[in-house]
């Protein structure tokens, strides 16, 4: 009998490790269904042909997980069971959504979390239709888009009907990016925003408003605008343009519109307010913009559609007088009413006080806080049940979470006074980093008064070194993310040769090869993506340059081990910019994409430039022998690198005929997404020459050591 009971035992271990085992999806899937279960995928896998993903399905996507769909999707549940899920501290991307398929796609009950981008469909996709809806989009806190649709695919010999796209009835809450559809007018989508709430997300930027610093945007022009995005019946709350550096709340931020259309109708959405100046606030149209429409809003909605997903929309005092957004607490509110658009469960509700610690310190903490709460006239007249003194006095907000509506579905929390409290805590903080910096400086300054200088060995390090050096090249130039580190990193390898020419300076001659390459694509902006240009130049640069060493650069190594210099320097640079068309790698400034070889007036330009540098070293050495990191950046005198300078875009056919076999490849290179180039230049005469940076590291060796 013993026996028999240790056979159970292992039985019910094996039995409950394989109930709870995670199944990796990889590769590529025809026809195939996802059972219930927990999935992971951590790389590229295509699904072609028909796709069905059952309730009770758990994807967790960890760095480069990316699930692309080829074909049909039908991702279907009654309760939000089906999760898309981005790993904790790897996070993966997302859904991508590509081809040309005469099929349907559908989310719905779906929840999308932690993810970069939940869903992206490609440039030159189709589908007869999407639908996206009853779906949760919750604190995906990708840096490119929430949801990105680019323009379909369209063919002038081929009768497909309009995709009718619909994304109905969704809940967008606690997101840090971005909706971006190319085409809000186009002659092949037909896209309805209807019955969604978007509320408490965050578009991160700089201070300045833009057209992509905004929860929904795009592009409307008029020669597209056959079907013209319907958004309608929606709630847009708290939806704000937060500043990257400082986490400042800047602005409210809704929607983004750009194109030559005259306006936009977007009436009948609930905005949180009824003030029309506040609403036009949020909206980045013609007033910011005198090339873009105008954004018709009126008339709107008073009060939020008790249809959309279950949000609270507001809180009024006892006496009925609205809470505004940037009221500044210096204790727990006694009581408030919550306006929501329909009924809101407080049961398993929890309600906090989040407040400074002091006025001298940016440190916040949480005070749980009990209250009671009953259906009232307005909403629910919440009440706290407890008087708290330790808290009189102190800034900061109310946070009530962990709501549900009446079935059992996530409702986004309600947070009062949290704005006023953000800047409060900044300011603070902005007061402490420069105390802080204060003390630092005089703390340097008391040290070098006191401090005596370490003796100098008589043990002599040699004049000449020579080392390799070997690491990554980053390009910035026309196509090119502004943020360095969202651009292609590629292997840099050369030699050094250094002479010290006093115990403070070294000459120095570089010798590298390095290549170049991006793609638009990685940009983050909407026009380079829609241009789509790529490249990828060797390079070959001498660069001669003079260090100046902040330690004596012969000094005994047992002294000064770490060692630190800044230099400058001239590059002579030989490059070729170079693509691929059809499988085939071509030099593209042999074909003149730019139109150099179309008249007597233009010239090719040159492959071979000069520039100047400016590097950082940090070296510690070990005898004779050093180790180091560096970072260098390089300023060139031309614009192409890259192949794309401020030129006229050329004529397709006279640049087509004037390249003979390869006038193909001449006409893609030129413009490989055939966009409008009707008075435009290849790039922003504004944007300078292009650049590069370099980092890595060196190993380096003294050379003729003296006799000591």
Same mark, same amino acid.
């Given at each position: 009998?013993?026996?028999?009971?240790?056979?159970?035992?292992?039985?019910?271990?094996?039995?409950?490790?394989?109930?709870?085992? $995670?199944?990796?999806?990889?590769?590529?899937?025809?026809?195939?269904?996802?059972?219930?279960?927990?999935?992971?995928?951590?790389?590229?896998? $295509?699904?072609?042909?028909?796709?069905?993903?059952?309730?009770?399905? #758990?994807?967790? /996507?960890?760095?480069? +997980?990316?699930?692309?769909?080829? +074909?049909?999707?039908?991702?279907?549940?009654?309760?939000?069971?089906?999760k898309f899920i981005g790993a904790e501290g790897n996070v993966g991307n997302g859904v991508i959504i590509v081809d040309k398929q005469n099929v349907e796609i559908e989310f719905n009950g779906v929840i999308f979390k932690n993810l970069n981008t939940p869903l992206f469909f490609e440039n030159s996709w189709y589908r007869t239709k999407v639908n996206v809806r009853n779906n949760i989009f919750i604190q995906n806190y990708g840096k490119i888009s929430l949801i990105q649709i680019l323009t379909p695919y369209n063919s002038y010999f081929e009768n497909d009907l309009p995709i009718e796209f619909k994304l109905n009835g969704n809940l967008f809450a606690e997101n840090n990016?971005?909706?971006?559809? !190319?085409?809000?007018?186009?002659? &092949?989508? #037909?896209?309805?925003?209807?019955?969604?709430?978007?509320?408490?997300?965050?578009?991160?930027?700089?201070?300045?408003?833009?057209?992509?610093? &905004?929860?929904?945007?795009?592009?409307?022009?008029?020669?597209?605008?056959?079907?013209?995005?319907?958004?309608?019946?929606?709630?847009?709350?708290?939806?704000?343009?937060?500043?990257?550096?400082?986490?400042? !709340?800047?602005?409210?931020?809704?929607?983004?519109?750009?194109?030559?259309?005259?306006?936009?109708?977007?009436?009948?959405?609930?905005?949180?307010?009824?003030? %029309?100046?506040?609403?036009?606030?949020?909206?980045?149209?013609?007033?910011?913009?005198?090339?873009?429409?105008?954004?018709?809003?009126?008339?709107?909605?008073?009060?939020?559609?008790?249809?959309?997903?279950?949000?609270?929309?507001?809180?009024?005092?006892?006496?009925?007088?609205?809470? @505004?957004?940037?009221?500044?607490?210096?204790? %727990?509110?006694?009581?408030?009413?919550?306006?929501?658009?329909?009924?809101?469960?407080?049961?398993?509700? =929890?309600?906090?006080?989040?407040?400074?610690?002091?006025?001298?310190?940016?440190?916040?903490?949480?005070?749980?806080? %009990? /209250?009671?709460?009953?259906?009232?006239?307005?909403?629910?007249?919440?009440?706290?049940?407890?008087?708290?003194? =330790?808290?009189?006095? @102190?800034?900061?907000?109310?946070?009530?979470?962990?709501?549900?509506?009446?079935?059992?579905?996530?409702?986004?929390?309600?947070?009062?006074?949290?704005?006023?409290?953000?800047?409060?805590?900044?300011?603070?903080?902005?007061?402490?980093?420069?105390?802080? @910096?204060?003390?630092?400086?005089? #703390? #340097?300054?008391?040290?070098?008064?006191?401090?005596?200088?370490? =003796?100098?060995?008589?043990?002599?390090?040699?004049? /000449?070194?020579?080392?390799?050096?070997?690491?990554?090249?980053?390009?910035?130039?026309?196509?090119?993310?502004?943020?360095?580190?969202?651009?292609?990193?590629?292997?840099?390898?050369?030699?050094?040769? +250094?002479?010290?020419?006093?115990?403070?300076?070294?000459?120095?001659? &570089?010798?590298?090869?390095?290549?170049?390459?991006?793609?638009d694509i990685n940009s983050g902006d909407a026009d380079k993506i829609n241009r789509g240009m790529n490249f990828s130049t060797p390079i070959l640069s001498i660069s001669p340059g003079i260090d100046f060493d902040l330690i004596n650069n012969r000094s005994n190594p047992k002294v000064n081990k770490v060692r630190p210099s800044i230099g400058?320097?001239?590059?002579?640079?030989?490059?070729? *910019?170079?693509?691929?068309?059809?499988?085939?790698?071509?030099?593209?400034?042999?074909?003149?994409?730019?139109? !150099?070889?179309?008249?007597?007036?233009?010239? %090719?330009?040159?492959?071979?430039?000069?520039?100047?540098?400016?590097?950082? @070293?940090?070296?510690? $050495?070990?005898?004779?022998?050093?180790?180091?990191?560096?970072?260098?950046?390089?300023?060139?005198?031309?614009?192409?690198?890259?192949?794309?300078?401020?030129?006229?875009?050329?004529?397709?056919?006279?640049?087509?005929?004037?390249?003979?076999?390869?006038?193909?490849?001449?006409?893609?290179?030129?413009?490989?997404?055939?966009?409008?180039?009707?008075?435009?230049?290849?790039?922003?005469?504004?944007?300078?020459?292009?650049?590069?940076?370099?980092?890595?590291?060196?190993?380096?060796?003294?050379?003729?050591? *003296?006799?000591?």
């Amino acid at each position: 009998m013993r026996y028999f009971y240790n056979i159970i035992t292992v039985f019910c271990i094996f039995f409950c490790s394989a109930a709870y085992s $995670q199944d990796t999806l990889q590769g590529t899937y025809k026809d195939y269904k996802i059972e219930a279960g927990e999935y992971l995928i951590n790389e590229n896998v $295509q699904f072609n042909g028909s796709l069905i993903i059952s309730p009770n399905v #758990k994807i967790i /996507f960890e760095k480069k +997980g990316t699930m692309i769909i080829g +074909g049909s999707v039908r991702a279907i549940s009654e309760n939000f069971d089906i999760k898309f899920i981005g790993a904790e501290g790897n996070v993966g991307n997302g859904v991508i959504i590509v081809d040309k398929q005469n099929v349907e796609i559908e989310f719905n009950g779906v929840i999308f979390k932690n993810l970069n981008t939940p869903l992206f469909f490609e440039n030159s996709w189709y589908r007869t239709k999407v639908n996206v809806r009853n779906n949760i989009f919750i604190q995906n806190y990708g840096k490119i888009s929430l949801i990105q649709i680019l323009t379909p695919y369209n063919s002038y010999f081929e009768n497909d009907l309009p995709i009718e796209f619909k994304l109905n009835g969704n809940l967008f809450a606690e997101n840090n990016s971005s909706i971006f559809i !190319q085409d809000l007018g186009s002659l &092949n989508l #037909k896209i309805d925003i209807t019955n969604n709430t978007f509320i408490n997300n965050k578009i991160f930027g700089l201070d300045s408003y833009t057209i992509s610093s &905004n929860l929904i945007y795009g592009r409307l022009d008029e020669i597209n605008a056959v079907n013209i995005t319907k958004i309608e019946a929606n709630s847009f709350i708290n939806n704000y343009l937060v500043n990257n550096l400082t986490g400042l !709340q800047i602005k409210k931020a809704n929607l983004g519109i750009y194109g030559t259309k005259e306006t936009f109708n977007i009436g009948g959405n609930f905005f949180g307010t009824i003030d %029309p100046d506040q609403i036009a606030n949020s909206i980045y149209d013609k007033k910011y913009n005198y090339n873009s429409p105008l954004v018709a809003f009126e008339p709107f909605l008073t009060a939020p559609n008790p249809e959309n997903p279950a949000h609270i929309y507001g809180a009024l005092n006892f006496e009925g007088k609205e809470i @505004k957004s940037n009221v500044l607490l210096n204790e %727990p509110l006694e009581e408030f009413i919550t306006l929501s658009n329909t009924f809101i469960d407080l049961t398993n509700a =929890e309600l906090s006080y989040v407040y400074l610690k002091d006025t001298l310190s940016a440190e916040a903490s949480k005070k749980v806080i %009990p /209250f009671k709460f009953k259906p009232g006239e307005k909403g629910i007249n919440v009440t706290v049940s407890k008087e708290f003194n =330790e808290l009189k006095g @102190k800034v900061g907000y109310l946070e009530l979470d962990n709501i549900i509506d009446t079935n059992k579905t996530y409702v986004p929390k309600l947070q009062i006074g949290q704005l006023a409290f953000g800047e409060k805590k900044i300011k603070i903080k902005a007061t402490l980093d420069k105390i802080e @910096k204060e003390m630092e400086l005089l #703390k #340097k300054q008391q040290d070098s008064i006191k401090g005596n200088e370490e =003796e100098i060995s008589k043990t002599e390090l040699g004049k /000449f070194e020579v080392g390799l050096i070997a690491g990554g090249a980053i390009f910035r130039g026309s196509i090119s993310n502004n943020n360095f580190m969202e651009n292609d990193l590629n292997i840099s390898f050369g030699i050094d040769i +250094g002479y010290n020419v006093n115990p403070y300076l070294t000459a120095r001659i &570089n010798i590298s090869s390095s290549t170049l390459s991006n793609s638009d694509i990685n940009s983050g902006d909407a026009d380079k993506i829609n241009r789509g240009m790529n490249f990828s130049t060797p390079i070959l640069s001498i660069s001669p340059g003079i260090d100046f060493d902040l330690i004596n650069n012969r000094s005994n190594p047992k002294v000064n081990k770490v060692r630190p210099s800044i230099g400058i320097g001239l590059d002579a640079i030989s490059f070729k *910019p170079t693509g691929i068309f059809n499988g085939q790698e071509y030099d593209l400034a042999s074909l003149g994409t730019g139109g !150099q070889f179309l008249n007597e007036e233009t010239e %090719p330009y040159a492959t071979f430039t000069l520039g100047l540098y400016v590097t950082f @070293k940090l070296k510690y $050495q070990i005898g004779k022998n050093s180790i180091g990191l560096f970072a260098s950046y390089h300023s060139t005198l031309t614009d192409y690198l890259d192949d794309v300078g401020a030129d006229p875009y050329p004529d397709r056919d006279a640049l087509y005929n004037s390249n003979g076999e390869n006038g193909g490849a001449s006409v893609y290179f030129s413009n490989p997404t055939s966009i409008n180039t009707t008075n435009r230049l290849r790039s922003d005469p504004s944007s300078g020459n292009d650049s590069f940076v370099k980092v890595g590291i060196s190993i380096t060796r003294k050379l003729f050591n *003296p006799k000591n």
